[in-house]
């Protein structure tokens, strides 16, 4: 009876530890997936100066279409992509430019742009009950280092 047991213990354990791997390779191509996502919009709205200041030699974001870009990409990855359907998104974008000024981290004054993502689903990633994950967050951030000051 105690090898019956110890068998059976040790299939529970195999099993859960399966279940994990497999839950786990999951969550890390979901945040692979959104940290795609959060690259290709910081980047994205990194195209989009105002080319008058631009003229004028002050390098200046077009927040308008920068955020309209980010928002645009971001209603097309969530359609696309499995995981997004199912969540609740949130982003933050910072820019620094010219006329926005520079973070005191940004020392060289930089100019770039930081999206972060955040997704919440109301579904456990994970199947096991004892490893929770509801959300994933990720950053990214686009320096534009050829117009270093």
């Known amino acids: 009876m105690k090898g019956f047991i110890v068998s059976v213990g040790i299939f529970i354990l195999g099993f859960l530890v399966i279940v994990y791997e497999g839950d786990l390779g999951v969550y890390v191509n979901n945040q692979l997936a959104l940290k795609e996502i959060t690259e290709?919009?910081?980047s994205g709205a990194a195209l989009y100066l105002d080319e008058e200041?631009?003229?004028e030699g002050r390098l200046v974001f077009d927040k308008r279409k920068g955020i309209k870009y980010i928002e645009n990409f971001l209603k097309?990855?969530?359609n696309r992509t499995k995981f997004l359907k199912n969540c609740e998104i949130e982003y933050k974008v910072n820019f620094q430019d010219d006329e926005k000024?520079?973070?005191e981290e940004?020392?060289?004054e930089i100019p770039c742009i930081t999206?972060?993502?955040?997704?919440k689903s109301n579904i456990d990633i994970f199947k096991i009950p004892f490893v929770e994950a509801y959300e994933i967050k990720r950053t990214s951030r686009y320096e534009l280092p050829y117009f270093e000051k």
């Open 115 to 119: 999206v972060e993502v955040q997704a």
């Open 53 to 55: 200041k631009l003229g």
């Open 76 to 78: 097309e990855a969530k």
């Open 106 to 108: 940004n020392q060289k």
């Open 101 to 103: 000024g520079y973070l």
């Open 40 to 42: 290709e919009m910081s």
